[in-house]
């Protein structure tokens, strides 16, 4: 927990909203019950933890109600997929049932979308970080081995994490952290 909590000094240096919910307000959706570490406890603890722009954010509190409080809940992406799938043809009802197994075991506890449809989840079954974007959010890619091992990589500007303001492009046209 100790990246979180480094990340949330982060935050509040960087003006990101952050409210506690009431005790028991929020539930984590059954099925990531006991899956997702200390992330479990927070989704919980937090109503919300958004950058001051408001177009990304942790998914907690507000977003894992089932529509979310502001309408965009913890599983408007696997929706997404799984509503683009005909299910009268054979290879939609594969894709369906390939994404369906997949967002069973990623628990998506980051959302944005100032640029694009994108997340950051855990894995369930080792513990590991991936990011996914629209079009294809399964085809995510593994950035981290551990929620901490993120956080801290956020923070060392490792990570792209809904701040895209703090960063600039530096003489060799890379991105360079400001933040």
Request: proline share 2%; net charge negative; with cysteine.
């Amino acid at each position: 927990m100790k990246g979180f909590e480094k990340f949330l000094e982060w935050a509040k240096k960087h003006d990101w909203i952050i409210e506690t919910a009431e005790e028991g307000k929020y539930k984590l959706p059954e099925i990531y019950k006991g899956k997702i570490g200390y992330i479990e406890q927070l989704a919980e603890k937090y109503k919300c933890i958004c950058n001051p722009d408001e177009d990304a954010w942790l998914v907690f509190g507000e977003h894992i109600s089932e529509h979310g409080e502001d309408g965009f809940a913890w599983d408007t992406f696997k929706n997404i997929t799984l509503n683009a799938c005909d299910t009268d043809d054979e290879f939609d009802k594969q894709l369906y049932k390939e994404a369906y197994n997949w967002w069973e075991k990623h628990y998506p506890f980051y959302i944005a979308v100032y640029d694009c449809y994108e997340f950051y989840a855990v894995n369930t079954d080792d513990g590991s970080v991936v990011y996914g974007m629209e079009p294809m959010f399964e085809d995510a890619e593994k950035v981290a081995d551990s929620v901490d091992e993120f956080f801290e990589n956020v923070i060392a500007g490792k990570v792209y994490f809904g701040f895209a303001q703090y960063f600039e492009q530096d003489e060799n046209d890379e991105d360079r952290f400001i933040g």
